[in-house]
């Protein structure tokens, strides 16, 4: 596979940032939350991790900018805590 192809994700509300690289989330988290605007899928999670925290905090300030997104928290323990976080969309319009 070349390096310039797109990566297929599934869109099923999950996204697992561990395979992405940190320089890849600034334009990989916006585009995937309106992906999942678009199907329809208004409760997303996140996986960051919880490391040193610094993922994170940049997924945050994404969240905390992006025009679909009503609200965004830590996890609950059992969706994984620290190391994820639950987004909820705004329904498209």
């Known amino acids: 596979m070349n390096d310039d192809e797109p990566i297929q994700l599934p869109i099923d509300g999950v996204?697992?940032?561990h395979t992405f690289s940190p320089k890849e989330i600034g334009d990989l988290v916006p585009e995937y939350l309106v992906a999942c605007q678009q199907a329809g899928i208004?409760?997303?999670r996140i996986i960051?991790?919880?490391g040193i925290g610094?993922?994170?905090r940049s997924v945050h300030a994404i969240l905390s900018r992006?025009?679909?997104v009503e609200r965004f928290a830590t996890a609950s323990a059992t969706y994984g805590g620290t190391g994820a976080t639950i987004v909820?969309?705004?329904a498209k319009s």
Request: glycine content about 6%; charged content about 20%; aromatic content about 0%.
């Open 88 to 90: 909820t969309l705004r």
């Open 54 to 56: 610094n993922l994170q």
């Open 66 to 68: 992006h025009p679909a």
């Open 48 to 50: 960051h991790g919880k």
């Open 15 to 17: 996204l697992d940032l």
């Open 42 to 44: 208004l409760e997303v």
